[in-house]
């Protein structure tokens, strides 16, 4: 059974960068040919695909959020993180990390499998 866990801070002050780590446990987040993502939800709004990391390292973005985003992973510890800059109210949401069953599907919500509970991540000052 795979299981997912966020963690990180749940109030970042407007401007600074927010930064989540997912902690992978019963599966490896190298094997073959799972993509790791991110996803928020904002109060009221649907989900939103921000970005991934697939087995082999590679990284997809959003378009939308290309610019502010980045998704990194540490193996030895089996984790992937997020770092969103410039923050603002607007990115306030609930933030998943999730498993793709494959990188040609990563946008499709159905097509995760595992989802960590989420967190929530206020940005005020």
């Known amino acids: 059974q795979v299981q997912l866990q966020e963690s990180g801070p749940g109030l970042v002050k407007p401007s600074q960068t927010l930064s989540l780590t997912c902690t992978v446990s019963?599966?490896?987040?190298?094997?073959?040919?799972?993509?790791w993502s991110w996803i928020r939800q904002p109060p009221g709004k649907g989900l939103e695909w921000m970005g991934a990391?697939?087995?082999?390292?590679?990284?997809y973005y959003s378009p939308s959020l290309k610019s502010r985003t980045s998704i990194s992973r540490d193996t030895s510890k089996n984790q992937f993180s997020l770092q969103l800059s410039s923050v603002t109210p607007e990115d306030t949401a609930v933030y998943y990390c999730?498993?793709?069953?494959?990188?040609?599907?990563?946008?499709?919500?159905?097509?995760?499998?595992?989802w960590g509970q989420g967190t929530q991540v206020t940005v005020s000052s």
């Open positions: 019963g599966g490896s987040i190298t094997t073959s040919y799972y993509a």
């Open positions: 999730a498993r793709g069953v494959s990188i040609a599907t990563i946008r499709d919500m159905d097509e995760y499998d595992y």
């Open positions: 990391i697939a087995y082999d390292g590679s990284t």
